[in-house]
């Protein structure tokens, strides 16, 4: 899956991002239609060596702050405890997924916080592992409750495709065959937006994230020995390359 490689320039996108401010051009918010249809901002992050329990404070902070900006419909985060990865410290990452009205909404936000303390103190204490703004691939609303409930498993997933047509059949056979396991209750696909170097955010060629929901974990344990090896993830798998996987709880 070469997670390495791709975690490692995630880390670089997103570290640039983090300094930059997140603040998107008015020229992007004024003049691209795409500005103002809701996103969703998903953040994975590593808590620094000896400073997660600040990492855990400065967010608390953080997102009190967020919560009171107008163009915030939702947030939520995830404790996750499985990944691909197996020099990953998990006790240390959070997933985080804030629901915004627009991009141009999340833009505007970005550029009033990010010069404050509570957010130059948060983004000090972490390290990115993943960053990138969502958007539903088939247009239709996403409620994040959906994904809230205690006691669910939510995977995470970004994943670039090999060619152009890698989340076409093979893509719509892998997630029919979760159909047949108990505990499955659904999938959804979104467009990846990643902010390059002046914080401005750009559809990310041929990139999807997934967010797929189990009712608990452990009938998300008992089929996912079943899954991987299946004909079905295999031929799939062989055409996408996973920039980040992470199978989480909800997290109060």
């Given at each position: 899956?070469?997670?390495?490689?791709?975690?490692q320039?995630?880390?670089l996108?997103?570290?640039?991002a983090?300094?930059?401010g997140?603040i998107?051009?008015?020229?992007?918010?004024?003049?691209?239609?795409?500005s103002?249809?809701p996103?969703?901002?998903?953040?994975?992050?590593?808590?620094?060596?000896?400073?997660?329990?600040q990492?855990?404070?400065?967010?608390?902070?953080f997102?009190?702050v967020?919560?009171?900006?107008?163009a915030?419909?939702?947030?939520g985060?995830w404790?996750?405890?499985?990944t691909?990865a197996?020099d990953?410290?998990l006790?240390?990452?959070?997933?985080?997924?804030?629901?915004?009205?627009?991009?141009?909404?999340f833009?505007?936000?970005?550029?009033?916080?990010?010069?404050?303390?509570?957010?130059?103190?948060?983004f000090?204490?972490?390290?990115?592992l993943?960053?990138?703004?969502?958007?539903p691939?088939?247009?239709?609303?996403?409620?994040?409750?959906?994904?809230?409930?205690?006691g669910n498993?939510?995977?995470?997933?970004i994943?670039?495709?090999k060619t152009v047509?890698?989340?076409?059949?093979k893509?719509?056979a892998?997630?029919?065959?979760?159909?047949?396991?108990?505990?499955?209750e659904?999938?959804?696909?979104?467009?990846?937006?990643k902010?390059n170097?002046?914080?401005m955010?750009n559809?990310?060629e041929n990139?999807?994230?997934?967010?797929i929901v189990w009712?608990?974990?452990?009938?998300?344990?008992?089929?996912?020995?079943?899954i991987?090896?299946?004909?079905?993830?295999?031929?799939?798998a062989?055409?996408?390359?996973?920039?980040?996987?992470?199978a989480?709880f909800?997290?109060?």
């Amino acid at each position: 899956m070469n997670f390495e490689k791709t975690k490692q320039g995630l880390v670089l996108i997103a570290g640039i991002a983090v300094m930059a401010g997140f603040i998107s051009k008015q020229t992007f918010t004024k003049t691209n239609p795409q500005s103002m249809k809701p996103v969703y901002e998903l953040a994975i992050n590593q808590s620094k060596d000896g400073q997660h329990q600040q990492f855990l404070d400065s967010r608390e902070k953080f997102v009190e702050v967020l919560g009171k900006e107008s163009a915030t419909l939702n947030e939520g985060k995830w404790a996750p405890f499985f990944t691909v990865a197996p020099d990953l410290p998990l006790e240390q990452i959070l997933i985080g997924m804030t629901h915004w009205n627009s991009m141009a909404g999340f833009g505007e936000a970005a550029a009033r916080l990010m010069p404050q303390p509570v957010a130059t103190d948060y983004f000090s204490s972490f390290n990115p592992l993943a960053y990138a703004l969502l958007e539903p691939v088939d247009g239709q609303p996403f409620d994040m409750e959906s994904i809230k409930k205690t006691g669910n498993v939510v995977e995470f997933a970004i994943r670039k495709g090999k060619t152009v047509d890698s989340f076409g059949e093979k893509r719509e056979a892998f997630f029919k065959s979760l159909e047949n396991f108990d505990g499955y209750e659904f999938a959804r696909e979104f467009k990846v937006y990643k902010l390059n170097e002046q914080g401005m955010p750009n559809l990310a060629e041929n990139t999807q994230a997934v967010i797929i929901v189990w009712e608990n974990g452990e009938k998300f344990q008992a089929a996912a020995p079943q899954i991987f090896p299946s004909k079905p993830y295999v031929e799939f798998a062989e055409m996408i390359e996973v920039e980040s996987y992470f199978a989480a709880f909800p997290s109060k």
